[in-house]
């Protein structure tokens, strides 16, 4: 069965600060697809990035980055200086390649990161 | 552009009514799927369609049915309402074929059942 895991419940940190929510996931499968999705106050769920598991490079857009490491499952997502905008519910999700072609998404719980002014 | 829209956004029942929740896109996608958020539960996947007329169970399907019959619409529907199915609810969608396509999502239906 595919799992994520978002260890951190919440998050605050004051503006400006870097913050690291953290993405652990289980699948058997070996090929996957892993995804972020911010999920701000107005509610809606904003996709940010995706990364096939075969492909291992850190990505940076912007003030956001992520570190796929597959020798410890994780996924992890940091934010340089924090803007009071960052302020949402964060959630990781993992998708693999069943042969119907269908993948539906696992979520993990989410983090809610809270950036104080 | 109007991508996944969710009719109505919110809704309060009483205790055994019945209702449905209109999901349409206009992006001419063949995968549909409706989704519960609770609180601390992050989402969890209720139905899923991989076309017009199939649909399949996903995570928490009881208490739910769904269907298809027009490729752009997926339906949610609930008999009966229960207290426990008060939640916020979202349709998404995406295209056929690998998994690395990213879902698309509405604007989510925040239903209260009394």
């Known amino acids: 069965a595919q799992k994520v895991t978002q260890a951190q419940t919440e998050i605050s940190v004051v503006e400006k600060e870097d913050v690291t929510l953290d993405c652990v996931y289980e699948?058997?499968?070996?090929?996957?697809?892993l995804f972020w999705y911010k999920q701000p106050p107005s509610g809606e769920l904003v996709f940010l990035i995706r990364?096939?598991?075969?492909?291992?490079q850190n990505e940076i857009s912007g003030r956001y980055s992520w570190n796929f490491q597959k020798s410890t499952s994780s996924f992890n997502f940091t934010i340089t200086a924090s803007q009071v905008v960052d302020s949402a519910v964060y959630f990781c999700?993992?998708?693999?390649?069943?042969?119907?072609?269908?993948?539906?998404?696992?979520f993990g719980k989410g983090t809610r990161l809270s950036v104080i002014a | 552009n109007a991508g996944v829209t969710q009719t109505p956004k919110f809704r309060v029942l009483k205790t055994g009514q019945s209702m449905t929740l209109l999901c349409a896109q206009d992006?001419?996608?063949?995968?549909m799927y409706w989704y519960r958020q609770d609180p601390g539960m992050g989402l969890r996947l209720i139905h899923y369609?991989?076309?017009?007329?199939?649909?399949a169970k996903g995570e928490v399907p009881d208490g739910y049915n769904v269907s298809r019959l027009k490729k752009q619409n997926f339906l949610l529907g609930l008999e009966s309402a229960a207290p426990s199915q008060t939640s916020v609810y979202f349709c998404?969608?995406?295209?056929?074929?690998?998994?690395?396509?990213?879902?698309?999502f509405g604007d989510g239906t925040r239903l209260s059942i009394l």
């Open positions: 998404a969608s995406k295209p056929q074929g690998a998994g690395d396509q990213p879902q698309h």
């Open positions: 699948t058997r499968d070996t090929t996957y697809y």
């Open positions: 990364r096939n598991s075969f492909d291992e």
């Open positions: 999700a993992l998708s693999g390649t069943p042969t119907s072609g269908n993948t539906p998404l696992v």
């Open positions: 992006m001419n996608h063949e995968y």
């Open positions: 369609s991989v076309g017009e007329g199939t649909t």
